[in-house]
């Protein structure tokens, strides 16, 4: 299949990409529970002549060409959205409260059902096999972990892996592709919640009971030192606090106070992120006897770092430049080689076979998209569906080639 054959066919189906795209974006849903999102994927699939099959809790796969012998690649897309009411004023708002596709999921899964029409189109021309992921559960890292126990790189047996995701809000003009380069590509990623507890009581007699509030921004303010003069300058370690919660009056003490939050590395074997865990334990518990509080510290949603194939790398750059041009960087031209601190649960398809990821910008700042993933103002210029369509298109066919 030819370069200009694939960008021209992307942008034959860009009106219903966005059409696809829009309708996801207003019925959202989140984690495994997606049954409107996996409902409309497959009927979508099943419109191309398709043969979709449930992989896991709520995931799809789909496959396409396998009457030539050859490798097999895969490509993926996330369905899942954000627990955030949205705020941004366009008119395929969310219809379901509390939830918005504010990282571009919906994006990601129109481009790929995009890819699905053109392979499907040029099934004869592909050399050995290309597997389509449509996956739930990437916000809270578990849909790539449960599709791969139901056997996602099996049946035909995955030799490489590519996946897509959009950006916003930043310093490049839409449809601008960065692909990243060999070695760590996201940070590692786990959560934690701290449990302060104290002794509820009267606001106006304080000395009457032990208040977890101050302990617990005690304990907040301490955490940060781990950072500050603790990690080494060259090691990449966060820790941030996201959500805090006590209380709920002005007068009275609570029992209790708690706070949720991340844990970010870029070290492949974790020892940073469990030095930080460590220490976060212990200046917990030390300063929770200090104040008099009991405290738990516990920690969950652990997603390692995604792993970039070097060879895998080389080749998506050359393959995504002869397809369009200048408007393809490497992703070190921009960070300067350093990983992005933000996380992927497709890394841990990265731990098992060779793995590309690639970011597509979906509204620069400069154009007036001041919003980045996860902002409930965040919006996603979907005019750029077609280069992300193409992208995938031309990933597997050239990749599968060689």
Same mark, same amino acid.
């Given at each position: 299949m030819k370069i200009e054959e694939i960008v021209k066919e992307a942008q034959a189906f860009q009106p219903e990409m966005k059409n696809i795209r829009r309708e996801l974006h207003r019925h959202p849903e989140v984690g495994f529970a997606l049954t409107f999102t996996k409902k409309y994927v497959w009927d979508e699939l099943v419109k191309l002549g398709l043969e979709p099959v449930s992989v896991g809790r709520s995931g799809i796969v789909v496959l396409l060409g396998g009457r030539k012998p050859g490798k097999c690649i895969l490509l993926r897309a996330d369905m899942d959205a954000l627990q955030l009411t949205e705020e941004a004023e366009v008119d395929y708002r969310s219809r379901n409260e509390g939830k918005m596709h504010g990282c571009g999921h919906d994006m990601h899964t129109a481009m790929l059902l995009g890819a699905a029409k053109i392979l499907k189109a040029h099934e004869e021309e592909i050399e050995g096999t290309v597997k389509l992921a449509f996956q739930p559960a990437e916000e809270c890292f578990q849909g790539s972990v449960d599709m791969m126990a139901s056997g996602l790189l099996e049946n035909p047996k995955v030799d490489a892996a590519f996946m897509l995701h959009v950006i916003a809000g930043q310093p490049m003009p839409s449809g601008m592709l960065m692909v990243s380069g060999g070695? /760590?590509?996201?940070? +590692?990623?786990?959560?934690?919640? *701290? /449990? /302060?507890? #104290?002794? &509820? %009581?009267? %606001? +106006?007699?304080?000395?009457? +009971? *032990?208040d977890p509030i101050t302990a617990a921004c005690q304990i907040h303010l301490a955490l940060l030192e781990i950072n500050a003069r603790e990690l080494d300058g060259n090691e990449y370690g966060v820790f941030t606090t996201c959500h805090f919660e006590a209380g709920k009056t002005s007068n009275v003490i609570p029992d209790t106070a708690s706070m949720w939050g991340t844990i970010r590395t870029v070290d492949p074997e974790n020892k940073v992120g469990e030095y930080i865990k460590r220490r976060m334990k212990e200046i917990?518990? #030390? *300063? &929770?006897?200090?104040?008099?509080?009991?405290t738990e510290v516990e920690f969950y949603d652990y997603c390692p770092c995604m792993l970039v194939d070097e060879a895998l790398s080389k080749a998506g750059l050359s393959y995504l430049q002869d397809l369009f041009g200048q408007s393809v960087i490497d992703m070190k031209a921009v960070t300067g080689g350093r990983a992005g601190g933000g996380s992927e649960d497709f890394a841990f398809v990265s731990h098992k076979v060779p793995t590309l990821c690639a970011y597509l910008s979906a509204g620069g700042a400069q154009e007036g998209y001041l919003y980045g993933q996860h902002n409930p103002k965040v919006i996603f210029n979907d005019d750029i569906l077609y280069v992300g369509a193409a992208a995938y298109v031309q990933m597997a066919l050239r990749w599968l080639e060689e």
């Open positions: 070695g /760590v590509g996201t940070a +590692s990623c786990e959560q934690y919640h *701290i /449990v /302060v507890k #104290g002794k &509820g %009581g009267h %606001g +106006s007699t304080p000395n009457l +009971s *032990i917990t518990e #030390g *300063i &929770g006897r200090a104040l008099r509080c009991e």
